[in-house]
Protein backbone atom coordinates (compact mmCIF):
# COMPACT_ATOMS: atom_id res chain seq x y z
CA UNK A 1 0.00 0.00 0.00
CA UNK A 2 0.91 3.69 -0.73
CA UNK A 3 -0.43 6.69 1.13
CA UNK A 4 0.41 9.94 -0.59
CA UNK A 5 0.12 12.98 2.14
CA UNK A 6 -0.02 16.91 -0.03
CA UNK A 7 0.69 19.83 2.04
CA UNK A 8 1.90 23.45 1.84
CA UNK A 9 -1.15 25.48 0.28
CA UNK A 10 -2.70 28.08 1.58
CA UNK A 11 -4.42 31.59 0.74
CA UNK A 12 -2.01 33.86 -1.34
CA UNK A 13 -1.59 37.24 -3.90
CA UNK A 14 -1.16 37.34 -6.80
CA UNK A 15 2.72 37.00 -7.86
CA UNK A 16 3.64 35.18 -4.38
CA UNK A 17 5.15 31.84 -4.26
CA UNK A 18 4.29 28.29 -2.69
CA UNK A 19 6.00 24.83 -2.29
CA UNK A 20 3.27 22.14 -2.12
CA UNK A 21 5.19 18.81 -0.60
CA UNK A 22 3.83 15.29 -1.42
CA UNK A 23 5.00 12.61 0.98
CA UNK A 24 4.80 9.50 1.06
CA UNK A 25 4.91 5.80 3.23
CA UNK A 26 5.73 2.78 1.67
CA UNK A 27 7.91 2.39 -1.46
CA UNK A 28 10.19 5.40 -2.05
CA UNK A 29 9.39 7.49 -5.26
CA UNK A 30 12.50 6.81 -7.11
CA UNK A 31 12.04 3.95 -9.41
CA UNK A 32 8.31 5.31 -10.39
CA UNK A 33 6.80 8.63 -12.25
CA UNK A 34 5.35 11.15 -9.91
CA UNK A 35 2.37 13.58 -10.82
CA UNK A 36 0.68 16.65 -9.53
CA UNK A 37 -2.67 17.47 -10.84
CA UNK A 38 -4.79 20.02 -9.86
CA UNK A 39 -8.67 20.54 -9.74
CA UNK A 40 -10.88 24.17 -10.00
CA UNK A 41 -14.11 24.96 -9.05
CA UNK A 42 -16.52 23.82 -12.02
CA UNK A 43 -13.72 21.78 -14.00
CA UNK A 44 -12.24 18.81 -14.42
CA UNK A 45 -8.75 17.65 -13.19
CA UNK A 46 -5.97 18.49 -14.92
CA UNK A 47 -2.41 17.60 -15.64
CA UNK A 48 0.41 20.06 -13.89
CA UNK A 49 3.55 18.77 -13.94
CA UNK A 50 5.68 15.18 -13.82
CA UNK A 51 8.84 13.43 -12.72
CA UNK A 52 10.00 10.50 -14.15
CA UNK A 53 12.20 7.80 -12.32
CA UNK A 54 15.07 8.76 -14.38
CA UNK A 55 14.69 12.41 -13.68
CA UNK A 56 13.20 13.93 -16.38
CA UNK A 57 10.45 16.74 -15.81
CA UNK A 58 7.17 17.45 -18.44
CA UNK A 59 4.70 20.30 -17.93
CA UNK A 60 1.61 21.80 -18.28
CA UNK A 61 2.22 24.87 -21.23
CA UNK A 62 -0.06 26.78 -18.75
CA UNK A 63 2.48 26.72 -15.57
CA UNK A 64 5.84 25.74 -17.35
CA UNK A 65 8.52 28.80 -16.64
CA UNK A 66 6.69 29.26 -12.97
CA UNK A 67 6.41 25.68 -11.56
CA UNK A 68 8.99 22.99 -10.65
CA UNK A 69 9.08 19.88 -9.73
CA UNK A 70 11.46 18.11 -7.95
CA UNK A 71 12.54 15.29 -5.76
CA UNK A 72 13.18 15.54 -1.76
CA UNK A 73 16.85 14.07 -0.47
CA UNK A 74 14.68 11.92 1.84
CA UNK A 75 13.62 9.76 -1.46
CA UNK A 76 10.35 9.78 -0.17
CA UNK A 77 9.14 13.42 -0.99
CA UNK A 78 8.42 15.52 -4.11
CA UNK A 79 7.94 19.11 -4.34
CA UNK A 80 6.00 21.38 -6.41
CA UNK A 81 7.86 24.54 -6.29
CA UNK A 82 4.78 27.24 -7.64
CA UNK A 83 6.35 31.16 -8.29
CA UNK A 84 4.77 34.15 -9.76
CA UNK A 85 1.27 32.44 -8.75
CA UNK A 86 -1.68 33.53 -10.84
CA UNK A 87 -5.59 33.52 -9.96
CA UNK A 88 -6.44 30.86 -12.45
CA UNK A 89 -3.81 28.89 -10.37
CA UNK A 90 -6.45 28.74 -7.67
CA UNK A 91 -7.45 24.55 -7.21
CA UNK A 92 -6.83 21.80 -5.30
CA UNK A 93 -3.48 20.36 -5.87
CA UNK A 94 -3.53 16.52 -5.89
CA UNK A 95 -0.03 14.40 -5.90
CA UNK A 96 0.01 11.20 -7.66
CA UNK A 97 2.08 7.96 -8.28
CA UNK A 98 2.30 5.71 -11.52
CA UNK A 99 2.40 2.54 -11.97
CA UNK A 100 2.39 0.47 -14.66
CA UNK A 101 1.46 3.47 -16.89
CA UNK A 102 -1.26 4.26 -15.05
CA UNK A 103 -1.44 7.01 -11.39
CA UNK A 104 -2.72 4.68 -9.48
CA UNK A 105 -1.96 6.37 -5.62
CA UNK A 106 -3.38 9.78 -4.81
CA UNK A 107 -3.42 11.74 -2.15
CA UNK A 108 -6.66 13.85 -0.55
CA UNK A 109 -5.33 17.28 -2.12
CA UNK A 110 -4.64 20.60 -0.78
CA UNK A 111 -6.19 23.65 -1.46
CA UNK A 112 -4.19 26.84 -3.14
CA UNK A 113 -6.19 29.84 -3.75
CA UNK A 114 -4.77 33.09 -5.08
CA UNK A 115 -6.25 36.38 -5.04
CA UNK A 116 -5.78 39.68 -6.70
Known amino acids: QVQLIESGGGLVQAGDSLRLTCAASGRPFTRYTMGWFRQAPGKEREFVAALSWSDNTYYADSVKGRFTISRGNAKNTVYLQMNSLKTEDTAVYYC??????????WGQGTQVTVSS
Open 96 to 105: AQEEGGKYRY
